[in-house]
């Protein structure tokens, strides 16, 4: 996948090439820009992710170029939501989502960046952004590239919202959440996805592409550190009080020896332009995985700023109208999501708030109806 560049040159550089990274560079190329997309990372390779995409990025998935109707995906359209008693609460999804996993998504959008001409830089880290008259001068682990403009989509949590001394990195969240991975082959329905709560934490379960599960949870750093550290002792002890995670972690088979984790996870709210830099995707703001709906969040944004980046490389808007514009389009789409999402975060994890609510939502469908709609967003 790792180029060797023709010139260092180019009119937009993106550092991160998860789903916004690569969604964007993949629409700017289609325009005609000079893009360079750098990941630390080496394509394919596993993210901690849920991997359940609400079926309004269906549409924007084929557009560039995904065949998610030929891939056979898992088509989900039932919710099934347990309390820490194990009380269950049953809802249909209406669109709902589908399943795949990042390895094969992210991989496909890679290679067809590669092919729309995006100069694809894999296994190179962004060090620094260095701000100079009219552009910016990126120092990577692979030497330095130039570029008139910055898109950020490196993400939850990165070197370079430390070295741009970002405000969350200055005021860390004090719930330090944790999020561990894997992916097994369990006799679960395709259609479902399940998020069972348990003391301090939800686990979330849907099928994904090759016949295969992802059961991904997020909890505290406390909850680890009461078990010295031990991912199995805290599963036995905490998730498996829980009935239904006590079935699918002793009935399913795991995918791998140890599983995907990782730390330090911040929900509260970020700048979406830092520097002059246009953040996107979780760079931009990382909601709850509890709304199961950060992906099309981080897609719909790059679709946002290939509409407005493009007035501005052609001098039709000044950087600052470009920012304002940018500002005010994603606060519109996403900031309301992002507080429901913190929100539900808090309804969700203590033992007795969350079989309560369980309980009576139960009795609400309609109420029920009304906050998932709250998750999901219009297609784009
Ligand atoms: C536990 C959990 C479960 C989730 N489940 C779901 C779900 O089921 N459905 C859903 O829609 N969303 C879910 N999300 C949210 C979703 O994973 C994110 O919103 C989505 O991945 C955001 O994409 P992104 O491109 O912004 O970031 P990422 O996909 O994280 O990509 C960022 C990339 O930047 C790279 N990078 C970072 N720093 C540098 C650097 N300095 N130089 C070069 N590269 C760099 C990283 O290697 C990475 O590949 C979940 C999140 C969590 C934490």
């Given amino acids: 996948m790792n180029q060797t560049l023709s010139s260092n040159n180019f009119q937009v550089a993106i550092i991160g090439g998860g789903l916004a990274g690569l969604c964007l560079s993949i629409q700017l190329a289609e325009q005609g820009y000079s893009v360079v997309l750098i990941e630390k990372e080496k394509y394919p390779f596993h993210k901690v992710c849920g991997e359940y995409i609400a079926m309004e990025s269906w549409n924007f998935l084929e557009q560039l170029g995904v065949p998610l109707s030929q891939m056979n995906l898992p088509r989900i359209n039932k919710l099934h939501v347990s309390a820490c008693n194990g009380n269950l609460l049953k809802h249909n999804l ?48 692979k030497g330095e590239i130039r570029a008139g403009l910055v898109c950020g989509a490196h993400g939850k949590r990165s070197n370079i919202d430390v070295k741009l001394k970002r405000k969350f990195i200055q005021n860390p969240d004090p719930n330090n959440y944790i999020a561990i991975k894997y992916h097994v082959k369990a006799d679960l329905s395709e259609n479902l996805i399940a998020l069972h ?9 849907s099928k994904v592409d090759s016949g295969r599960f992802c059961l991904c949870y997020l ?11 031990y991912i199995k002792h805290m599963e036995k002890a905490i998730l498996m009080k829980n009935p239904h995670l006590a079935d699918c972690f002793t009935q399913s088979e795991f995918l791998y020896e140890q599983p995907l984790a990782i730390s330090q996870l911040n929900f509260s709210s970020k700048a979406s332009v830092e520097n002059h830099i ?20 981080a897609m719909h944004a790059s679709k946002l700023l290939a509409c407005i980046l493009p007035e501005l490389i052609e001098s039709k808007i000044s950087l600052q109208l470009a920012e304002e514009r940018y500002l005010k389009l994603w606060n519109q789409q996403f900031s309301t999501r992002l507080k429901v999402g ?25 109420l029920m109806g009304k906050l998932v709609n709250l998750t999901h967003g219009e297609n784009f």
């Fill in 219 to 229: 909890t505290t750093v406390e909850n680890l550190q009461k078990h010295s550290g």
């Fill in 342 to 366: 913190r929100t539900f975060q808090y309804l969700f994890g203590h033992p007795t708030v969350t079989n309560l609510t369980i309980a009576l939502l139960k009795h609400t469908p309609g």
């Fill in 278 to 297: 246009f953040m996107l995707g979780d760079a931009a703001g990382l909601i709850t995985p509890l709304c199961g709906n950060g992906m099309s969040m």
């Fill in 94 to 141: 209406n669109p709902g989502g589908f399943g795949i996993s990042r390895f094969t998504l992210d991989h496909k959008l890679a290679q067809i960046a590669t092919q729309k001409g995006v100069a694809l830089l894999d296994e190179t880290k962004v060090n620094a952004v260095l701000p100079e008259y009219t552009s910016f001068l990126l120092k990577t682990s």
């Fill in 197 to 205: 709560n348990f003391e301090n934490g939800y686990c979330g379960i």
